[in-house]
């Protein structure tokens, strides 16, 4: 790796500036090696008329899953027509299509046996239901249970190369969700009715985490384990400090939504339905990793969409000097402010959509296998294509420039401190049996919290430092206070890890080793309960 004077560490580069456009310049980088939109135009008008449905697409995504070969997909999804096309692979085109699961063994699955799924699971009102992919290992009994969230606009597919690695755990059913309005989820009408600004956070906020919780409960899973990326992340916390008691452990791969900016706590809210994001259309994620050199960059991965670094080292030295303010192009303030989403643009755009789409996607994933990135390229404009939902809570949630205007820096600390449900309230919520003992506490003792960050994430590592700062210290503050019950069951700890050659997508960029970590998070939790368990 070459050395610099100031930017080695990821948690100590500077600010980066918001456009990609921006960090070159300021870098003096190389031009582009391709046009913005490599999709040509012949190209595009036929991806257009072939109208490839999101099941066929994800269903080619899941086929690139180790050991699988013909994954499950069920055929009910969100607004777009099923294509009339037929998959490459098998694929029921039935639209109320319910998939079969797909059961592998030692032979074919050195790994193995296990069993995947795909299902639709309904929930109350009208319109709401969670796209669900599952894998759990056969003749094994199911002791913990892991939820994985996807980032803004994006969907479960996006984790094909984690699904195989984090299933080898013994003991472990892994489920991947689409929230609510994205994904092959549900798309119901977004919308706000609060009048103050606190008001439409918490009802931007709730439209997901009230979906999971109510999923948790149809599920009967009592305690899980969540694993969030980046707006998933920022929604993971949220959970947690909503609806205490149901985690064994939080996982954030780079979430969006640490650290705290005064504009954007103090920026005007939007009115219209619609939200905005620009800057995932403008990296070269293969160039991200690996520069022209063969060394690894260390200058940010300009990974998704509009964020700007807060300097680590005044977080770690506790400093309060505000981050410099880089100014924000007027066309993006307008289209945030205006509420305009790129998906909205790709979605206007008809026979060009998927031209505007490959200038995200040739980027994002280039460093893939060609198969793989055409097939991401398809999966993401089939989801870029639907019904516009819950892509219109960001402008809500995040203000431009992506810091969040309900800073998780503030919040943070609560997450495993909660006051407990009575057993009334939890038994009323969930058939499953609680872990003995946990119950009887009046409030939550604490729970592990991961934080993640690609060695180039764009995302402010050092509030992910701040955090687990955060964490520790209201831990140190619970213990002062806390009775021999709650000290028995202290569970309460946080850390920061980096993977290695990998930006803010670091779930897929540096998928080997955070498989790995995330293996050994999941048997360290696994040990975790046992000995807990032992000494009720």
Same mark, same amino acid.
């Given at each position: ?117 795909? #299902?639709?699971?309904? *929930?109350? =009102?009208? +319109?709401?239901? %969670?796209?669900? $992919?599952?894998?759990?290992?056969? &003749?094994?009994?199911?002791?913990? #249970?892991?939820?994985? *969230?996807? =980032?803004? +606009?994006?969907? %479960?597919?996006? $984790?094909?190369?984690?699904?195989? &690695? ?371």
């Amino acid at each position: 790796m070459t050395s610099s004077a100031s930017s080695d560490s990821p948690a100590e580069r500077p600010q980066q500036p918001m456009l990609a456009s921006q960090r070159a310049k300021q870098a003096n980088n190389d031009p582009p090696k391709f046009a913005f939109f490599p999709l040509g135009y012949k190209a595009a008008v036929g991806q257009w008329w072939a109208s490839m449905s999101p099941a066929v697409a994800e269903h080619n995504v899941m086929s690139f899953v180790p050991y699988l070969q013909k994954p499950p997909t069920h055929t009910q999804t969100g607004s777009a027509p099923v294509s009339a096309h037929q998959s490459s692979s098998s694929l029921n085109a039935d639209p109320a299509g319910e998939a079969r699961p797909v059961r592998t063994n030692s032979i074919n699955d050195p790994y193995g046996p296990r069993a995947w799924y795909s #299902n639709l699971i309904q *929930l109350s =009102g009208k +319109g709401r239901a %969670l796209n669900e $992919f599952s894998v759990e290992r056969v &003749g094994e009994d199911v002791e913990e #249970n892991m939820v994985m *969230l996807h =980032g803004y +606009g994006a969907g %479960l597919g996006f $984790f094909y190369k984690n699904f195989e &690695g984090m299933s080898r755990v013994k003991g472990w059913k892994i489920y991947a969700l689409d929230m609510l309005g994205m994904g092959r989820s549900s798309r119901p009408p977004f919308k706000v009715h609060a009048k103050d600004q606190a008001g439409k956070i918490a009802e931007a906020e709730n439209w997901f985490i009230d979906a999971l919780e109510e999923w948790r409960v149809l599920k009967k899973i009592d305690k899980f384990t969540l694993l969030g990326h980046s707006m998933g992340g920022y929604m993971a916390v949220a959970y947690a400090l909503k609806y205490p008691g149901h985690l064994n452990k939080l996982i954030l791969a780079s979430p969006v939504g640490i650290p705290e900016d005064p504009y954007a706590v103090q920026a005007d809210m939007p009115e219209p339905e619609e939200s905005s994001m620009a800057n995932e259309f403008t990296q070269d994620q293969e160039d991200d990793i690996v520069n022209t050199s063969g060394n690894l960059k260390t200058n940010g991965d300009n990974n998704n969409f509009l964020n700007a670094k807060s300097k680590a080292d005044a977080a770690k030295t506790g400093g309060a000097k505000t981050p410099t303010r880089r100014p924000i192009p007027k066309w993006l303030s307008y289209l945030w402010d205006a509420n305009i989403s790129p998906f909205s643009v790709v979605r206007w755009s008809g026979p060009l959509g998927p031209r505007f789409a490959s200038g995200w996607t040739s980027r994002r994933f280039s460093h893939l296998p060609v198969q793989e990135s055409e097939a991401l390229h398809d999966y993401a404009y089939s989801l870029f294509r639907q019904r516009g939902s819950g892509e219109y809570a960001l402008a809500y949630i995040l203000a431009p420039g992506a810091f969040a205007r309900s800073p998780l820096i503030r919040r943070i600390h609560g997450v495993g401190r909660q006051p407990l449900p009575s057993a009334a309230q939890s038994s009323a919520s969930t058939s499953s049996t609680p872990v003995s003992g946990l119950k009887a506490l009046a409030k939550e003792t604490g729970i592990p919290v991961v934080l993640m960050y690609g060695e180039n994430d764009w995302m402010d590592i050092a509030g992910g430092y701040a955090a687990e700062q955060k964490l520790k210290e209201e831990k140190a503050k619970a213990l002062k206070t806390a009775t021999a019950d709650e000290k028995k069951n202290e569970n309460g700890s946080a850390k920061v890890v980096i993977i290695q050659k990998a930006g803010h997508h670091l779930y897929l960029d540096g998928w080997e080793q955070f498989n790995e970590v995330m293996r050994e998070e999941m048997e360290e939790t696994k040990r975790h309960t046992k000995k807990f368990r032992s000494v009720q």
